[in-house]
């Protein structure tokens, strides 16, 4: 059953992805095109994680939800099939296609950090368009950060599992299959506080980098850096790993280093962007207002003075936070 923008989005599927697909759709006849209608403002819908387009033919993609699940279209997103309704969760972290074998994986649990950051279940696979689902293990990962396939070979994956968001855990690192899923190596662990964010691989494969990433999320605070966060490369597709960002570098290290992204360019060149907040200075941080409650002082409370708070200051604080 297919089914159209309007009841996409009244499902609570992103109002975004309306706007993936109107620079595409502007290429068109006018007399073909669809006619867009503004139906919101609305509540918070589901995030855009990833998208996996044809290369082939870019009218058909796949896309991710962080908690909305997965969707197909083969008309250029004006109709989309949800394919990913019938698995026990709909919590997604990442999806990665091997269109030449139509193999697709799906990570499940949301690699954002927030307190709407929900855990899934470990891995999925599909050969069938996701007429057919396989469970393919990591059931403890709860976050899947991300997934890379050799191109060569869609049975050689890898996948960077983030880890619990609330708690520590050891089923966290680069996870790696030679066999579609039904065996996984732990290639890459550093600590029960740290997972891994993003992988990048060369078109080759023959160099692929992993951004590690230390967090820790409680329903009154976040702490998004860690010593425990950096950048490796692996020379053998995966099997074994060398930490790149060491002291001396030129990228940050220590405590303060937030979320990693990773982009390759060619065999020599890799760029790298983190969230680097957690290092800022007080003087170079937003000021407060004077009546708003900060981190610091939240963290301080007496249960006395927890009690105290009107519901206003307390549901400020964790709007903002």
Known sequence: MKFSFQAIVSKGVSICLLLLSV????????????????????????????????????????VAYASGGLWHTTDNGTTFNPIFDNAPTQNIGDIAMHWESRTLYVGTGENNSSRSSYAGIGMFKTTSNGENWEHIGLEDSHHIGRIVINPKDPNHILVGVIGHLYTTNKERGVFVSSDGGKTWENSLFINESTGIIDLAATEDFSAIYAASWQRDRKAWNFEGSGEGSGIYKSEDQGRSWTLLTTEGSGFPTGSGVGRIGLSVFDNQTLYAVHDSQFRRKPSQRKPSKNDELTKDQFKSLSVKEFLALSDKALNEFLKSN
């Open 23 to 62: 620079s595409a759709l502007y290429a068109q006849e006018a007399s073909t095109a669809p006619r867009l209608e503004n139906i919101g403002p609305s509540i918070m819908s589901g995030r855009v994680v990833d998208l996996e387009v044809n290369p082939e033919d870019s009218t058909e993609f796949y």
